[in-house]
Structures are given as structure tokens and as C-alpha cells.
């Protein structure tokens, strides 16, 4: 943890990953294979490595206390409407989210001004 961010224990899943790719022992191919054969029968363990490995683990802590649980770790894929919350960030553009519903009015109003 740096600063507070947890970063996901990128340190030592780089140090591992070194140490798997550089191990050309018995011993290291062995344990190459094992890791191989476990990742790709615990879907849950691909999953933990995958988002370690690509930095989706990474989380912030709260600013405030008693804040919400997911306050600082990566917002979910919602489905909104016919679509996701990943679909609508990769236009490229602003994304203004009001789970509420108190916004709506006020927005779609001023959007036509």
C-alpha cells in the first residue's frame, strides 16, 4: 500500500511473474505448469490474477468515514437500458451518471436551451 491506494500487491505480482518466466528449473517448470493448470480450472483465481495483472485491483481509500463500501474501487459493468456503463465510457466523451433520477428533468431542460 502507498499513500494509502492498495495497489493490488503489483510488487510482488511482478516479482512472481519474473520468477515464472526466468525459471527454467525442473522445479520452476513444474510450478509453471501447476500455476497454468489452476488458472485455468478456478475461474475465480483467473479472475484475481487478471485484475491484479491489469491494475483493476487497485483501490482508493474513502475521503470520508462510514462511506460507501465501493467508495474508491471500480465501478461495476451497470447495465443501463439496453447497454453498459463500459459501452457508454468507451465513446469517448463526458458521462454524467444519475442513478437518482433527480437530474433528469432538469437536464433533458436545459439540454434543449
Known sequence: ????????????????QVA??????????DLR???ARLISTLPDLNDRL??????????YPPTTPGGHPLTGTRAPDLTLGDTGLFALLRVDRHLLLDLTGSLT???????RK
Do not use: Y
Request: no cysteine; glycine share 16%.
Open 1 to 16: 500500500m502507498e499513500g494509502g491506494v492498495d495497489h493490488g500487491g503489483a510488487g510482488e505480482l511482478a516479482r512472481a
Open 20 to 29: 515464472l518466466m526466468t525459471a527454467f528449473t525442473p522445479e520452476g517448470l
Open 33 to 35: 505448469g501447476l500455476l
Open 50 to 59: 487478471a485484475a491484479q495483472v491489469s491494475s483493476l485491483a487497485v483501490t
Open 105 to 111: 428533468a432538469a437536464l433533458a431542460t436545459t439540454h
